[in-house]
């Protein structure tokens, strides 16, 4: 393959593929803050399954206790 | 194509992790990058999304970066990687390929009528869309936009006999897939 056959093939390619505009018109920054927020969101998704089911449990227990016996807040806060 | 160099300090406080410094590089690099992409994957959209993709590569891997070295060409390279994933996807999505259309019967591209014209022009945008990633690259960039081997081979990471190797398999496989294509009258 000679040089000529190449800028041929180069010239049909251009011809044919056509120009591109290679200037950015707007900027890009708040897409990349967006891919950081979303990045925080499913670590804090993963940090969040990764705690054990025991201490979900523990959790729950607390909860149900809280409203089930809200006088024994105090009880509560005091041992704390 | 010159990339326009940050201090060096600004890229230590990026590889130590600092927020606000990899934003002054976004800022100031973004038109490169963005330029650099669409001259490779041909899609303004594509290349806008492709540009944060590289941008957060470049985040993540910030821990790799010798602030000493430039990061423009350190950006470069990654940007071309990210285009070059691109390509070998959107490849994969593309239909087969066309057997009439490729098959090659000759056509002459001095010949008047559009119809013959239009329909050679097809078959070029198909053999180049159906070219394999790697070599599409080094063909878009040597041969549509004219740069420098040396440019191509840095920003690919290869040696600049690599850069000239595919170049010669692109033209190869172009003209087989573009049969007896007659050019000489262009």
Redesign the interface.
């Known amino acids: 393959?000679n040089e000529h056959?190449?800028k041929?093939?180069?010239?049909?390619?251009?011809?044919?593929?056509?120009p591109?505009?290679?200037?950015?018109n707007r900027?890009?920054?708040p897409?990349?803050l967006r891919?950081f927020e979303e990045r925080d969101k499913r670590q804090w998704f993963i940090a969040m399954s990764s705690v054990p089911w025991f201490d979900w449990a523990l959790l729950a227990v607390l909860i149900l206790g809280v409203a089930a016996f809200p006088r024994a807040i105090p009880i509560w806060l005091y041992h704390l | 194509m010159e990339w326009r160099e940050q201090p060096t300090e600004v890229q230590e406080q990026f590889a130590a992790g600092e927020l606000e410094a990899f934003?002054t590089l976004?800022?100031q690099f973004?038109?490169d990058v963005?330029?650099w992409i669409?001259?490779i994957v041909?899609d303004?959209a594509a290349a806008?999304d492709l540009?944060?993709e590289t941008?957060?590569r470049i985040y993540r891997a910030r821990a790799r970066f010798n602030p000493g070295r430039s990061f423009g060409a350190w950006a470069r390279r990654i940007a071309t990687n990210v285009a070059l994933d691109y390509l070998k996807s959107a490849r994969m999505r593309e239909q087969p390929l066309d057997e009439n259309l490729a098959a090659g019967s000759a056509l002459k591209?001095g010949d008047g009528n559009p119809a013959i014209r239009r329909e050679?022009?097809?078959r070029?945008?198909l053999a180049?869309r159906q070219l394999p990633a790697k070599l599409r690259v080094v063909?878009?960039l040597a041969?549509?936009e004219?740069r420098p081997h040396s440019e191509i081979a840095d920003a690919l990471n290869i040696s600049t006999a690599a850069v000239k190797a595919r170049l010669?398999r692109a033209?190869?496989l172009?003209?087989r897939k573009l049969g007896n294509l007659d050019?000489?009258h262009?």
Request: glycine share 4%; net charge neutral; no cysteine.
């Open positions: 393959m056959e190449q041929t093939l180069a010239d049909l390619l251009k011809r044919s593929v056509g591109v505009n290679g200037e950015l900027d890009l920054w897409q990349m891919r | 934003e976004f800022r973004q038109a963005y330029g669409v001259r041909r303004p806008e540009t944060v941008f957060w591209t050679m022009r097809e070029t945008q180049f063909a878009t041969l549509i004219e010669f033209v190869r172009l003209r050019m000489s262009e």
